[in-house]
């Protein structure tokens, strides 16, 4: 056998078996819900959860409290108009340069998680638009679509917004549900009362419907697709990392 030959074939092994020399290397398991939730709590050191508390028995063993005397100091949210040191936010450029960012970083460590950083920003385009009326005012409604593209993955934001026909900046009001509407609405009469969008376009406001299971699946065993698999390419979350609520 030629020399070339033997280099080839090893070159195949080598690429079959990964880099680290076993069958499974390079590859991500994916976890199911319960798996990703007790690799979780094995990160961070948690043997077991507290039971929630029972919320249709006054007289259980940990009945819900809605006393804030009782809840403890430890419930109580901090300030948002004052520094950690007590220090008032008196003028906007403390707000934004200071508290603000303070605000942002505490959400980030505590509830939402960090967005990886390099996360490549969305391309939109249109995929319809169309002239309706609301509340005698002309709108001009625009069905969006956002990719997101990156490590051989696309994200598709679904995005419906509508403006003022004319319109060339205002604010708007941004609700995360369905653009098609509620799926157990669909077929029924309306609800009686203004429609939220109507009220916002009399004011010469935008509205926005943005739905948020189009980039990140509500559903814990899927935490490894949706735009939190693209971001960490397929790989579980760790502790820091954002998750759901944040994507």
Same mark, same amino acid.
């Given at each position: 056998?030629?020399?070339?030959?033997?280099? !080839?074939?090893?070159?195949?092994?080598?690429?079959?078996?990964?880099?680290?020399?076993?069958?499974?290397?390079?590859?991500?398991?994916?976890? !199911?819900?319960?798996?990703?939730?007790?690799?979780?709590?094995?990160?961070?050191?948690?043997? %077991?959860?507290?039971?929630? +508390?029972?919320?249709?028995?006054? #007289?259980? &063993?940990?009945? +819900?409290?809605? @006393?804030?005397?009782?809840?403890? /100091?430890?419930?109580?949210?901090?300030?948002?108009? %004052?520094?950690?040191?007590?220090?008032?936010?008196?003028?906007?450029?403390?707000?934004?340069?200071?508290? =603000? /960012?303070?605000? +942002?970083?505490?959400?980030?460590?505590?509830?939402?998680? =960090?967005?990886?950083?390099?996360? /490549?920003?969305?391309?939109?385009?249109?995929?319809? $638009?169309?002239?309706?009326?609301?509340?005698?005012?002309?709108?001009?409604?625009? =069905?969006?679509?956002?990719?997101?593209? %990156?490590?051989?993955?696309? +994200?598709?934001?679904?995005?419906?917004?509508? &403006?003022?026909?004319?319109?060339?900046? &205002?604010?708007?009001?941004?609700?995360?549900?369905?653009?098609?509407?509620?799926?157990?609405?669909?077929?029924? *009469?309306?609800?009686?009362?203004?429609?939220?969008? #109507?009220?916002?376009?009399?004011?010469?406001?935008?509205?926005?419907?943005?739905?948020?299971?189009?980039?990140?699946?509500?559903? *814990?065993?899927?935490?490894?697709?949706?735009?939190?698999?693209?971001?960490?390419?397929?790989? *579980?979350? #760790?502790? @820091? #990392?954002?998750?759901?609520?944040? $994507?």
């Amino acid at each position: 056998m030629r020399r070339r030959d033997l280099l !080839t074939g090893a070159a195949a092994i080598l690429a079959s078996l990964g880099a680290s020399g076993g069958p499974a290397a390079g590859r991500v398991a994916v976890l !199911t819900g319960e798996q990703a939730h007790r690799r979780m709590l094995d990160k961070l050191g948690i043997k %077991a959860l507290r039971p929630g +508390v029972d919320g249709m028995n006054p #007289d259980a &063993a940990n009945p +819900v409290n809605y @006393d804030e005397v009782r809840a403890g /100091p430890f419930s109580l949210l901090p300030d948002p108009l %004052a520094l950690p040191d007590g220090t008032p936010v008196r003028d906007a450029a403390t707000w934004w340069k200071v508290r =603000r /960012p303070e605000i +942002v970083e505490a959400f980030a460590r505590e509830i939402h998680g =960090r967005v990886p950083r390099g996360l /490549p920003a969305p391309v939109w385009r249109t995929v319809k $638009a169309e002239r309706v009326t609301r509340g005698g005012v002309a709108v001009v409604e625009r =069905r969006l679509a956002g990719d997101v593209t %990156a490590y051989g993955r696309t +994200v598709t934001i679904d995005l419906l917004v509508g &403006a003022p026909e004319g319109a060339v900046k &205002a604010p708007a009001v941004v609700e995360l549900g369905f653009p098609d509407g509620p799926p157990w609405l669909r077929g029924r *009469p309306l609800p009686p009362g203004p429609d939220w969008r #109507d009220a916002a376009i009399a004011r010469g406001w935008a509205y926005a419907i943005y739905a948020p299971t189009s980039v990140q699946p509500d559903d *814990p065993g899927k935490l490894q697709d949706g735009i939190i698999g693209l971001a960490h390419r397929g790989r *579980p979350r #760790d502790p @820091d #990392d954002w998750g759901a609520l944040r $994507a």
